[in-house]
């Protein structure tokens, strides 16, 4: 019997097909009793908070809104979350208690929140979204880029497989624009039509914005949603469907007029960000040479309100699912889909230099090290990729880490809200930070949790630190220095001038 | 006698230094009668707005705190700007009708306001206000960059030669990191060396944010400023000085630690412009294969306030005096000052973009002429770098008009606010716009002026037209479409896509 380990560590044996099948006949019969069905496609850090969200919709009575069946696959790394949703529990660790509560609540109170591996659940389907990842496998740099369709293409042919004649498909997922007018509708259409369906088909775009955090819920319940149909009864549909679990009186639903300008729109948000980070790291560089506290410059410029308000400050690298790909599925959108000999310059720049971002860190720590970390122990502090968040995907602290092994020093990694760190299972992770700390040659301060503020500095062990995040001011940059140690900042240029 | 022509057409012939002197000798016992003076060195686009808010600046009882003299050169291109103040004229058109007001009543009602050609008048001062212009005289497009340092270093020697022992210098001119601490420190302190003056020098780094335009006055006097003093009696200095003018109740200042960080944030806050502007560029190249209505798209992201608010739109070109050349004294400056391998390169790829930006406008206009412009004749409408302005320094319509030219195109210009164009004054400027629209073949909407939203296309020989600021809205351009002329816009993949 196969198992499915969950990032907590427990173990989920997987269902055959057949007893899946047979848990399945459970929700076939509980259906009925509320007025619609949604089923969400992908239960990852999206489709999980979308489908607890949708699960806690009320009418104006107080009833459920929606019975809602959350799907994902029979497969080691993905039937936890399945098992994780029917005990009740969010599959993701989350600052957000509402997160959990809705989940706990649509399975044992309410009884409308299931979670199923049988792509049978999309026939029971009124509306089904769409929450799958769709991943960047390959990129040169430039515009040599690939997209990992196979597993979108197959998600969506099961639901073609068993979508009724009038079900709406809510595309959530972050696509290439034009994907669904020219992968996505073209599939579900050739199985409805293998299955003798000439009704038009009903499909919307309507891109999330969750932010994992304190306020992941709202994030999808009370935030700015936009949408789009493929035509204009998919619109309509896709308008009324959120609205029903959505704060539309605060946050009005923006419609755009066609797939391709939200599919775009989506896109553009999270390069703007990437693009604006890059950027400042650029000055990072330029103001450490010249002595220049950036913080500060940033912090002045901030004034104006409006035009230069989202000014980013320096840090150590960008990190998630979405800022350090998104772009790329416009690049290859471009060429690939529309044969467009466009190039976007400034955004390609952006993620080669955020992904070169935490090397300098890297450059920091081997500078105070007097030119070689071989054979030193460096405690970096944070794994994940944001403050007070549990997410490590793509976190930059791996291309930290990654190059202080090449570098033949022995990096350790804490982090407050990460038990274990999937993507470099390898990397020694220590629980107590001030065991760490005494037992390291240098420290980097990676991310900016709030634990790290009140560090002490204990033990005789430490050489030197380098914060990547502003976590020292300077009353204790200037106390390590006195105590021998030697300090660096990422954007601390006055510090380089003070000669710590 | 040599004649300076200002650019109204006015001509004034330019005083001897003789003659200057003898109506220098009216400032000398002026002055007194005034608690202190300034001398506000440059009377271009910044220095005249700033002597006519400074000679505003009253105490609390109503009376003018200071003398102030403008100073700028004796020469066929300069001396106009010093005739017009003391003929209580604004030199420059502004939309601001309060910059006359201050200009005349600073030269007539109150009598606190004068300009001289003479340097003699730093040695009146208390305070001294750099407003030179410092120009980028040579860039390769990547790092090799050229500063017209020699105008800058002489105008400083000039008031270094004059100035008193406890004047306080302050420098408003945007200049590269370090220039305060590197250039303009080094020649004040020699020059006083040399006349015995061994005081500490008061120099102080204050940028300005002057924007031309309706709220030309309010952009001094009631926004934000920052500031930094060479030391801390400088930046208290002016500290004191600028709070004496400026509405620091609404707008407090903001003290920054060292005369490098004010420069590079000045920089910045260009180049982030700068930069977002070419961003959105390279999406709108996508949009228009995509066939997006870009402009919708980025409406809709701008709801996301605080992060997202500041995305631009799609559009011509960037002009101006500013964000086509700031960073690049930044780039200057990491070389050649600091010796730094710093590249910035989203930086100088967003000028470069920039740049190129007019292009892509002449590329529509060629490919609705059908892959020739050879003979036609082009109206251009909008000369300035900024609807409802008159400021035509390094305007976008430039690149295009010299594309134009190319091109074997009749270029022909138009602007409500523009009546000669110094920087191309071959090109043939017509005056009503409805004439000059009969006569032409094709029309490019370059500046949003409110007077082109009213445009009527009467005649009959324009056969297309290229809005390159959203000038025009669907049904306009259906109708244009209808009538048999060619439509195409920036950033309009929509119209693309409906053929037109």
């Not at 009370?222 to 949408?227: G, Q």
């Not at 301060?445 to 990547?468: M, N, S």
Request: with cysteine; glycine share 10%.
């Amino acid at each position: 019997m196969k198992e499915s380990v969950a990032p907590d560590g427990s173990r989920h044996a997987i269902p055959t097909h057949g007893e899946a099948l047979a848990q399945f006949e459970e929700l076939r019969w509980r259906a009925p009793a509320f007025p619609k069905t949604v089923v969400v496609q992908g239960l990852g850090f999206v489709g999980a908070a979308v489908a607890a969200v949708i699960a806690g919709a009320r009418d104006a009575a107080g009833r459920p809104l929606y019975f809602v069946i959350g799907t994902d696959l029979a497969t080691p790394g993905s039937y936890w979350k399945v098992a994780k949703i029917n005990a009740g529990e969010a599959p993701i660790g989350s600052p957000d208690a509402e997160l959990g509560a809705l989940i706990e609540d649509g399975t044992r109170a309410t009884g409308n929140l299931r979670a199923t591996t049988c792509e049978e659940a999309y026939g029971l389907a009124d509306v089904i979204v769409v929450d799958l990842p769709l991943d960047v496998t390959g990129w040169d740099g430039g515009t040599g880029i690939e997209i990992g369709l196979a597993t979108f293409e197959a998600a969506l042919g099961a639901i073609g497989r068993h979508i009724r004649p009038d079900t709406l498909v809510v595309i959530e997922t972050t696509v290439p624009p034009g994907a669904c007018e020219k992968i996505a509708a073209p599939i579900l259409e050739r199985e409805r039509r293998a299955r003798g369906i000439a009704k038009p088909l009903l499909l919307a775009h309507a891109y999330e914005r969750v932010m994992p955090g304190p306020r992941y819920v709202d994030s999808i319940r009370r935030f700015w949603r936009s949408y789009s149909g493929a035509d204009a009864r998919s619109a309509a549909a896709a308008g009324e469907f959120l609205q029903s679990f959505i704060d539309t009186g605060s946050f009005p639903l923006w419609e755009l007029p066609n797939t391709a300008s939200s599919e775009m729109a989506k896109l553009m948000e999270n390069s703007y960000r990437a693009v604006n980070i890059a950027w400042v790291h650029e000055w990072t560089l330029l103001a450490e040479r010249l002595g220049v506290n950036l913080f500060e410059v940033v912090e002045s410029v901030r004034v104006r309100k409006g035009t230069h308000d989202n000014m980013r400050y320096p840090g150590f690298g960008v990190g998630g699912y979405c800022l350090t790909k998104d772009s790329l599925l416009a690049q290859w959108s471009a060429g690939a889909m529309f044969g467009a000999d466009v190039t976007l310059g400034i955004t390609l720049e952006a993620l080669r230099i955020n992904r070169r971002m935490p090397l300098h860190t890297f450059d920091l720590a081997l500078e105070l090290a007097g030119g070689s970390l071989a054979g030193k122990r460096v405690l970096v502090a944070g794994v994940s990729y944001l403050a007070e968040v549990a997410d490590t995907r793509s976190s930059p602290t791996e291309i930290l880490v990654d190059e202080l092994a090449r570098a033949g020093a022995e990096a350790v990694v804490h982090d407050p809200h990460v038990r274990c760190w999937p993507e470099r299972p390898g990397v020694e992770m220590v629980e107590s930070l001030q065991q760490g700390l005494e037992a390291a040659d240098g420290l980097v301060l990676a991310v900016p949790h709030r634990a790290y503020q009140r560090i002490e500095f204990t033990g005789e062990r430490l050489k030197f630190v380098v914060d990547a995040q502003n976590v020292l001011d300077d009353d204790r940059a200037q106390w390590l220095h006195e105590r021998g140690m030697r300090v660096a900042g990422v954007g601390k240029g006055h510090w380089r001038k003070s000669g710590y």
